[in-house]
């Protein structure tokens, strides 16, 4: 059964640092592009960042420079390093493949608030 699970979330201030985790059953992130992705309340779910099979990494101009998407594959699980956080960062984040996507997972909470 495929699942995906969230985590490191939390409540940080602005300019402040996370590293949130993405570990995968079902499914071998070894061999699928995957992205983080985030949902603000009465917004639409974006994608943020993606790293390809390759190592290959893009981001949202709105997170360059800021967010480091990486992975370990031996542990199945993809990470985000979130540094100087802003408030408009504040969302539920979630991981998925960027192809063939599988159920979504519970998410984790991010909220940057002073």
């Known amino acids: 059964q495929v699942q995906l699970v969230e985590s490191g979330g939390g409540l940080v201030q602005p300019g402040g640092s996370l590293r949130l985790s993405c570990v995968a059953s079902?499914?071998?992130?070894?061999?699928?592009?995957v992205g983080w992705y985030r949902q603000a309340p009465g917004q639409q779910r974006e994608l943020v960042a993606n790293?390809?099979?390759?190592?290959?990494?893009d981001y949202a101009l709105t997170v360059k420079g800021r967010f480091t998407i990486s992975r370990d594959n031996a542990k199945n699980t993809v990470y985000l390093q979130m540094n100087s956080l802003k408030p408009e960062d504040t969302a539920v984040y979630y991981c998925?493949?960027?192809?063939?996507?599988?159920?979504w997972g519970q998410g984790t909470q991010v909220t940057v608030s002073s």
């Open positions: 998925n493949k960027i192809n063939r996507k599988v159920d």
């Open positions: 079902g499914i071998i992130f070894r061999f699928n592009d």
């Open positions: 790293i390809a099979t390759s190592g290959y990494t």
